[in-house]
């Protein structure tokens, strides 16, 4: 073979890998495109679909009140502006055990509020509302997400949503129409409920060494009454101190359910080591009815209480006075 058909083999050769690599580089650059129509958005919706359940379930939510300095968890109440609610989460409260006053900035997972969801879905009531929520939610940061947020029935299907009830209406769905011709993300979070709870102080006033109050509070699920180190009226007194709490429903008349005093007689039970006093189990499942009426009385001694009724929004699974349920919540 001669030099020149040599060197023209060569020049053949290099330009045909030269046009292998432009073809090949030209589909590596189009492939994408091909197949663009057949992508979807789920890398992006996954993981806010997951974030959005997430806070709702996990996190109690937060308010802050900076002309007034407050703050808490308990965004619920009725006289926390919508302005002042910084985050919207349902989990229950969880309250500080050193501290009985004190909430702490988290919730108890996956055990919602029936009482948060109450005020969510009555806060929901038009676009402006709608708008808020879902800010709050942070649905509107790198791009503006639709949403509709549900509690149902552990049963319910995407087909058929079997939404749990408040009256006569879903206790829980916000949000916009989930399309039928959109890709849509769907986070479930299986919950249990907490009925209506409160806190509440009873002090005793400069007069006089005794206070009491009376409670209604139906469909009662537990009440513990807390007495502090710092709760007692004077010191040279605390032998006195007592703490009575009475039951008074349509089944009993006047069953003293707690009944403590300070002593230093052997066997009672006083009140010198501050702490917890709450109904037990017995007294709840034997006493409680769906009406309780409960008169807290204290001598020489403060006191503190919290009470949680009974929700029957959901499914009784295990603990009847812990229905369960799912948080729906979808995203596209």
Request: with cysteine; net charge negative; hydrophobic share 40%.
């Amino acid at each position: 073979m001669h030099a020149d058909e040599v060197a023209q083999s060569s020049i053949d050769f290099l330009t045909a890998i030269a046009i292998f690599m432009l073809t090949f580089a030209y589909l590596m650059i189009q492939i994408p495109s091909i197949f663009a129509p057949f992508q979807t958005h789920s890398t992006d919706l996954q993981p806010v679909a997951y974030r959005t359940g997430m806070i709702l379930v996990e996190d109690a939510g937060w308010w802050d009140n900076s002309s007034t300095n407050q703050n808490g968890t308990d965004w619920e109440r009725e006289n926390v502006l919508s302005d002042d609610i910084c985050r919207i989460g349902l989990a229950a409260n969880k309250h500080n055990p050193s501290n009985f006053s004190e909430l702490v900035n988290r919730g108890k997972v996956c055990l919602l509020s029936e009482k948060k969801i109450k005020r969510l879905n009555l806060t929901y009531t038009n676009q402006t509302t709608h708008n808020w929520i879902r800010d709050q939610l942070g649905l509107n940061i790198t791009r503006t997400y639709a949403y509709n947020i549900s509690l149902q029935y552990l049963n319910g299907t995407t087909a058929e949503p079997m939404y749990v009830p408040n009256n006569t209406h879903p206790a829980l769905c916000i949000g916009n129409l989930i399309p039928e011709t959109t890709e849509v993300e769907k986070m479930e979070r299986l919950v249990a409920i907490e009925g209506d709870s409160g806190v509440g102080y009873l002090n005793l006033n400069a007069t006089t060494n005794t206070s009491s109050v009376n409670l209604t509070l139906p469909r009662l699920s537990s009440f513990v009454v807390r007495v502090g180190a710092g709760d007692f009226r004077e010191a040279n007194r605390t032998a006195d101190a007592r703490l009575n709490v009475t039951l008074n429903n349509t089944d009993y008349n006047n069953v003293s359910v707690i009944n403590k005093h300070n002593a230093s007689e052997p066997g009672l039970s006083g009140l010198y080591v501050a702490g917890w006093h709450a109904f037990n189990r017995t007294v709840i499942e034997d006493y409680l009815c769906d009406s309780n009426n409960i008169t807290i009385k204290t001598t020489f001694c403060n006191a503190s209480y919290m009470w949680v009724n009974r929700s029957d929004w959901g499914d009784p699974v295990g603990d009847v006075s812990m229905p369960s349920a799912k948080l729906v919540v979808c995203i596209w």
